[in-house]
Nanobody
Framework: QVQLVESGGGLVQAGGSLRLSCAASVSRSTIKTMAWYRQAPGKQRELVASITSDGSTNYADSVKGRFTCSRDNSKNTVSLQMNSLKPEDTAVYFC???????????????WGQGAQVTVSS
């Protein structure tokens, strides 16, 4: 059974910083892409940033230059450093991972439980 456990959300003033972390508990599997999504009230879930197993990253235009996604493959963790936060960054942030069970020809997607990030103006 795979679990993604997030930590680090909270309340911050505009212009401030927060760091989200996600730890994946896996066994007999390989973690492929990891990512952060967010969902604001009344809006669809959207991709914030993703990172492949070799460290290639992709960011939503709205967070480029402000957010940095990184991962530690030895610890099965992914982090999102969020700087220069804006009120429009307020959302529930979800950790996401694509995992490939060993010796299996398929992958499985997993989601974390979500972490609230609130940015006050």
């Amino acid at each position: 059974q795979v679990q993604l456990v997030e930590s680090g959300g909270g309340l911050v003033q505009a212009g401030g910083s927060l760091r989200l972390s996600c730890a994946a508990s896996v066994s007999r599997s390989t973690i492929k892409t990891m990512a952060w999504y967010r969902q604001a009230p009344g809006k669809q879930r959207e991709l914030v940033a993703s990172i492949t197993s070799d460290g290639s990253t992709n960011y939503a235009d709205s967070v480029k230059g402000r957010f940095t996604c990184s991962r530690d493959n030895s610890k099965n963790t992914v982090s999102l450093q969020m700087n220069s936060l804006k009120p429009e960054d307020t959302a529930v942030y979800f950790c996401y991972a694509i995992i490939s069970p060993l010796e299996q020809p398929y992958t499985v997607q997993y989601w974390g439980q979500g972490a609230q990030v609130t940015v006050s103006s």
